[in-house]
């Protein structure tokens, strides 16, 4: 069309009052022309003016215009350049259209920009308009569950483009001066064609029988000796008005491009436009899952960094073996002799030094962007903080699909500091400056050489007590949320919460509550435990709350629990978001309840009252039966109290109903003798537990247990504790978590396995079946050292051997030998009086079978372990009643 037919009908249209659109393909037009052509738009002021085929020259020149401009963007390049340039409105077009088309295909295209739009998180500022291919309800429902998908629905503004459907209408031949000969095309032929191609000017139109003469004159074209600009000429004059020919012929038109899109192979008949429109709009979802306000939450990833464990599959492996990672607190960590006693009452230290450790941590954060000055300011929990919310985020698979910054929440549980400040610490030196010059004993020839010696001292460590604009930051517990919101460009909520051992089952409780407000699309939760340094352990050892032995969980050794560190972070969605993702999900949440214990007993007491209530309130919001739970991982700190008040809760709300029905007894658990109590990390570690349960559908072998108080029979009430990963026969695995915390604070989580889409196994259950030593009647009996305590397989190999009856008699005398000048067994890390071997090593010394365990029945009296000894330091290799602490303990005891 020339340019003045152009202006004649952009005045003949606007002259009847009726929103209508201009298009223009800019290769055709040059400057001069464009000129013309932008006069005659800005005289009539089109609704929407389409630009395509687009020069950039030229979107510069319109993008100087008040009109109101959308353009053709075939691919993410150009969609890049395009916005750059301060377009907002695209037309995103595939191969599939009608007319003039790009060369990639209409579903590629769409998600290679709404890839680039969620990348740029620019969902608000641009409106994509679809195109190519589009023409019913399921080409909609695509389109919307591609949106989905993408995470950005609701956010971004998306129209639908569409041609061909419309001249499918009965309305465009009533309404229109479209040729009835059109339709009858469309309807008739069930092949389209693309030309131009030779000179990258693709148009689809259908294949009518002049279109082969056509293409073979373009071929001509094409191959001819003419230059370029000569050829796009040629071109021009080829196709010049054939589609203007095609809406005007009363007849077929031999010369005419009937162009169409690539469905009209698939419609037959016409419809009305308000079927075509209905169609379009109405129920295109019906097969996403139903989301209500409290469906169950997904889990779709976790990140872990704990004793023993920098993954989840690491610390499976670990449940799965009951290796125990508690050890004495190293002296770089805090000088030991001045922190530790062996008098309980001394309230100035700590008569424990145990702890549960994590490795040093890496301080290159350079893979956040955060530089080293920065870096080496920021405190332990912090960095825990930052690399588990990197794992978590990763399992999830976030950073290869993104999900819009402003739905992303993240919640954090940590405990407050106790260490001290610069301005802290520099007040504490000036008050011992102060005071130690202000003794009698100090004359003015003292007094001036202790002020050279504090000169000296100060300038040598001047940078303990000196800020930077980064040491505050780096040590706040509040920021903790936030600067993992900063790192990863999580534009949600964020809230940094403190309910004591609680934290990690509070942040998850709230990423689960926003999740079903739906103030949040995908929730970061978890909890990091505090540095631990000496106040830690000094504060709680004048609680009397910690234990100098070990952890040991519902056993009759309980007497305090070990501190530990580390932490956890889990990325959640609603059921319905990670089913439509694709995400592999380890569990659901479906629910959580929590208390306070109000004015009944002092605040650092538990009280199973309030507990209790948390139970109630927690079930009472679920589908799942308490009656039905196949594993319980409880709080289970190891202090006589703590395990009392608990026992009564759980007896109470799931043992005793249990128990007059005649239910099996529910497998109970605590995760806290493997790593140590993590404080504000607890309840993170014990979800994990309740993941394990349900990702390898065994329940978690307690470690460091083997009987319960003499006075308390677990089975009476209800309960019990299990020792080996016992397989759970239920279709769906349900668990229940609960963490309690300082000042009565309560939580409890009920989780179940996913119904669809859930992870793999990720490791496997079968490496810990083997038979138990208790199981066995027999007189042949090994020791392994720690590192091959794992391998009890190789046993049968080894009977086989020639040699072995010769080196059994030998180990045999060897442990005659040192049983009688050793300990023994003991279950203290504290520095033990030597005494006597205990009873079940003498016997085994001594050659008495019965406690034997019987892998050689035609073999008598070889040496060996026995796995029912009483809990030994160990470090940490040993399945099934393995060591707990390291060779230093071991060493005081006695071992050699």
């Known amino acids: 069309m020339s340019t003045a037919q152009a202006c004649a009908l952009l005045e003949e249209t606007a002259a009847l009052g009726i929103p209508f659109g201009a298009g223009i393909v800019s290769v055709s037009e040059n400057d001069a022309a464009l000129e013309l052509i932008i006069e005659c738009l800005e005289a009539h002021r089109p609704t929407l003016v389409v630009l395509a085929a687009p020069q950039l020259d030229h979107v510069q020149r319109l993008l100087r215009t008040d009109l109101n401009l959308a353009v053709h963007a075939p691919n993410g390049a150009m969609f890049r350049a395009l916005f750059d340039m301060g377009v907002r409105t695209f037309i995103i077009e595939g191969e599939e259209a009608g007319g003039h088309v790009s060369r990639i295909g209409s579903l590629s295209a769409w998600q290679e920009v709404l890839n680039e739009v969620r990348r740029r998180r620019i969902q608000n500022e641009v409106h994509l308009i ?17 949106l989905d998908f993408s995470g950005m629905a609701g956010e971004l503004a998306v129209s639908l483009q569409m041609g061909t459907a419309y001249l499918a209408t009965h309305e465009a031949l009533s309404l229109t001066p479209l040729p009835a000969t059109y339709q009858k095309l469309l309807f008739s032929l069930d092949e389209t064609i693309v030309t131009g191609e030779t000179l990258h000017r693709n148009v689809r139109q259908l294949a009518t029988p002049a279109t082969t003469d056509l293409l073979e004159r373009e071929w001509s074209i094409f191959t001819s000796t003419l230059d370029l600009s000569e050829k796009k000429d040629a071109y021009e004059r080829l196709y010049q008005g054939a589609h203007r020919r095609a809406i005007t012929s009363p007849e077929h038109d031999p010369l005419a491009s009937y162009m169409a899109g690539a469905v009209a192979i698939l419609i037959d008949k016409p419809l009305s436009l308000m079927a075509l429109h209905q169609a379009l709009i109405t129920d295109v979802r019906p097969d996403a899952p139903a989301a209500h306000q409290h469906e169950p939450i997904a889990i ?48 100035s230290r700590s008569y424990s030094g145990l702890a549960g450790l994590i490795g040093e941590l890496d301080k290159d954060l350079s893979m956040f962007r955060i530089p080293p000055r920065v870096a080496k300011e920021l405190a332990g929990f912090q960095i825990i903080a930052l690399r588990c919310a990197h794992r978590a985020l990763t399992d999830a698979g976030f950073f290869r699909r993104p999900v819009p910054s402003g739905m992303v929440a993240t919640f954090v549980g940590v405990n407050g500091s106790t260490s001290q400040s610069p301005t802290e610490r520099m007040l504490m030196w000036a008050k011992t400056r102060d005071r130690l010059l202000a003794l009698p004993e100090v004359d003015e020839d003292l007094a001036a050489a202790l ?42 909520m964020t809230n940094t919460m403190d309910a004591a051992c609680a934290s990690g089952l509070a942040a998850i409780s709230q990423g689960v509550t926003m999740l079903n407000e739906r103030r949040c699309d995908v929730a970061l939760a978890g909890a990091v435990g505090p540095a631990l340094g000496p106040d830690t352990f000094v504060s709680f050892a004048s609680l009397k709350a910690l234990s100098a032995q070990g952890s040991f969980p519902f056993d009759a050794r309980a007497d305090g629990f070990v501190i530990g560190e580390g932490g956890g972070m889990l990325v959640l969605k609603r059921e319905s978001d990670a ?24 605040i650092t007491a538990p009280n199973h009252t309030g507990q209790r209530h948390a139970l109630d309130v927690a079930y009472s919001r679920v589908a799942i039966n308490p009656l039905d739970l196949d594993f319980l991982e409880c709080h289970a700190t190891g202090t006589p109290v703590g395990d009392h008040e608990e026992r009564l809760a759980v007896h109470g709300f799931f043992g005793e109903p249990r128990h007059r029905l005649g239910k099996p007894p529910l497998p109970i658990g605590g995760s806290k003798a493997v790593t140590g109590h993590l404080l504000s990390g607890a309840g993170i570690v014990s979800t994990l537990s309740a993941l394990f349960a349900v990702n390898l559908r065994r329940i ?8 319960a108080p003499p006075d308390i029979d677990l089975e009476s009430l209800g309960l019990r504790v299990v020792t080996r990963p016992e397989a759970i026969a239920s279709p769906e695995v349900r668990a229940g978590v609960s963490a309690f915390g300082f000042g009565g604070v309560n939580y409890h989580l009920v989780v179940s396995s996913p119904r669809c889409n859930a992870r793999a196994p990720l490791v496997n259950p079968a490496i810990a079946d083997f038979p138990r030593f208790d199981d066995l009647a027999g007189d042949t009996l090994f020791l392994f050292p720690g590192q091959g305590s794992q391998y009890p397989g190789m046993l049968h190999d080894l009977r086989d051997a020639p040699q072995y009856p010769g080196h059994a ?57 026995c796995p029912r000894a009483r809990h030994r330091p160990g470090d940490g290799r040993g399945p099934f009643g393995g060591r707990t602490q390291r060779a230093p303990c071991r060493r005081r005891a006695g071992f050699r």
Request: aromatic letters at 10%; a negative charge.
């Open 451 to 492: 002020q050279e010696l504090f000169e000296r001292y100060e300038s040598l460590y001047h940078d303990d007590w000196v800020y930077t604009e980064d040491t505050r930051t780096g040590q706040l517990q509040s920021i903790v949320a936030s600067r993992i919101a900063n790192v990863f460009d999580l534009g949600g």
């Open 579 to 602: 089913l439509r993702h694709g995400d592999r999900i380890h569990a659901l949440i479906h629910g959580w309840g929590a208390s306070s214990d109000g004015a009944g007993k002092g």
């Open 700 to 707: 978690p072998p307690q470690v460091n247990f083997e009987q």
């Open 130 to 146: 679809l195109a190519g291919g589009i023409y019913n309800e399921r080409s909609a429902r695509l389109i919307t569950q591609l």
């Open 300 to 347: 779709v990833g976790v990140g872990v960094l704990i004793p023993g464990a920098d993954s989840l599959e690491e610390h499976f492996y670990n449940l799965l073996m009951k290796r125990c990672f508690i050890r004495d607190m190293p002296d770089d960590r805090f000088k030991r002799s001045d922190y530790l006693t062996d008098d309980p009452d001394d309230r």
């Open 809 to 865: 008699g030998t180990c045999h005398a060897y442990f005659q030998r040192v049983f009688r000048r050793t300990v023994g067994s003991t279950p203290a890390c504290r520095p033990q009086p030597r005494r006597n071997p205990t009873p079940t090593l003498q016997r085994i010394a001594e050659g008495h079978s019965d406690l034997a365990a019987r892998y050689f029945p035609d073999f008598r009296g070889a040496p060996g372990a």
